[in-house]
């Protein structure tokens, strides 16, 4: 592992620590040429099916893409870093179960979508109005009122 400040190739591990599933390593590293401190993280390469995107183009997973799109959607939400990485990783876990060579994207955005609402409404709101590519103010209006209505269905019926 090279420092990214000088790219000295020797350091050493200060504390590594288990992801809470055990997917992956985090280690905070020490360059022993300047000192500096970094994170590094270790996890399991596998390989992943290919995307199908809705024209029928085929991407290749991208982990950053999805990572990406739900930090786009919990920007400015009280939604930790560690419970995004945390829910990326349980998307990534389902696809890989699967055993398929490609999955539609509909299912992956399907699959986000579950995971913000159960990690914050408004991120789910945010990303069902981009990924739904809702046209006018009653669509998004009907997923709320959709959402509002299974908040309370879970709550025995009463009042939100």
Same mark, same amino acid.
């Given at each position: 592992?090279?420092?990214?400040?000088? =790219?000295?190739?020797?350091?050493?591990?200060?504390?590594?620590?288990?992801?809470?599933?055990?997917?992956?390593?985090?280690?905070?590293?020490?360059?022993?040429?300047?000192?500096?401190?970094?994170?590094?993280?270790?996890?399991?390469?596998?390989?992943?099916?290919?995307?199908?995107?809705?024209?029928?183009?085929?991407?290749?997973?991208?982990?950053?893409?999805?990572? %990406?799109?739900? =930090?786009? *959607?919990?920007?400015?939400?009280?939604?930790? *870093?560690?419970?995004?990485?945390?829910?990326? %990783? *349980?998307?990534?876990? %389902?696809?890989?179960?699967?055993?398929?060579? #490609?999955? %539609?994207?509909?299912?992956?955005?399907?699959?986000?979508? #579950?995971?913000?609402?159960?990690?914050?409404?408004?991120?789910?709101?945010?990303?069902?109005?981009?990924?739904?590519?809702?046209?006018?103010?009653?669509?998004?209006?009907?997923?709320?009122?959709?959402?509002?209505?299974?908040?309370?269905?879970?709550?025995?019926?009463?009042?939100?």
């Amino acid at each position: 592992m090279r420092c990214p400040f000088c =790219q000295h190739g020797d350091d050493r591990v200060v504390d590594s620590r288990e992801s809470g599933d055990g997917s992956v390593i985090r280690r905070r590293r020490e360059c022993l040429a300047c000192a500096r401190r970094y994170t590094t993280y270790e996890r399991v390469d596998v390989i992943m099916p290919l995307v199908v995107k809705k024209d029928g183009r085929r991407e290749a997973w991208d982990r950053e893409k999805l990572l %990406a799109g739900f =930090q786009k *959607a919990c920007e400015k939400r009280p939604v930790s *870093a560690d419970a995004i990485d945390d829910s990326v %990783a *349980a998307i990534e876990r %389902a696809v890989q179960d699967r055993g398929v060579r #490609e999955i %539609a994207s509909a299912n992956v955005g399907e699959q986000v979508m #579950e995971s913000l609402k159960r990690l914050d409404e408004v991120a789910y709101v945010r990303f069902a109005s981009v990924y739904r590519s809702f046209r006018d103010i009653s669509e998004f209006q009907k997923t709320v009122e959709s959402l509002v209505s299974e908040r309370r269905k879970e709550r025995g019926g009463g009042q939100p």
